[in-house]
């Protein structure tokens, strides 16, 4: 059923920004979560970013809040994360993933059943 392919990640300077793309192959009907995590080498992976299908609702962390933006556009199927101001703690691979929300908003991690193949973004000091 849904598919999401996660596209734009590449090598940038501190300081830099970057827009990362999630490109799904369906139309959304349901009330779902659409977001962005990451995870560097040694690390968890951490949910920085997520918008609700049924009312535009964004959530940030506070790792990023202030410097990256998520956003969608329907008629392409595809939502966008517009990251600036980019430090080198914010070097990782990025995935896209989704969650039907019928609990809690934002959703928890193990509530997203839907994940993209994630694209790595490099930051360079």
């Known amino acids: 059923e849904l598919q999401l392919v996660e596209s734009g990640g590449g090598l940038v300077q501190a300081g830099g920004s970057l827009r990362l793309s999630c490109a799904a192959s369906a139309f959304i009907f349901d009330d779902y979560a659409l977001g962005w995590f990451r995870q560097a080498p040694g690390k968890e992976r951490e949910g920085i970013s997520c918008?609700?299908?049924?009312?535009?609702?964004?959530y940030y962390s506070d790792s990023v809040k202030g410097r990256f933006t998520i956003s969608s556009d329907t008629a392409k199927n595809t939502m966008y994360l517009q990251m600036n101001s980019l430090k080198p703690e914010d070097a990782a691979v990025y995935y896209c993933?989704?969650?039907?929300?019928?609990?809690?908003?934002?959703?928890?991690?193990?509530?997203?059943?839907?994940w993209g193949q994630g694209t790595q973004v490099t930051i360079s000091a």
């Open positions: 918008m609700r299908s049924s009312d535009g609702s964004t």
């Open positions: 993933a989704a969650a039907l929300v019928w609990s809690r908003w934002p959703p928890r991690e193990y509530e997203y059943d839907r």
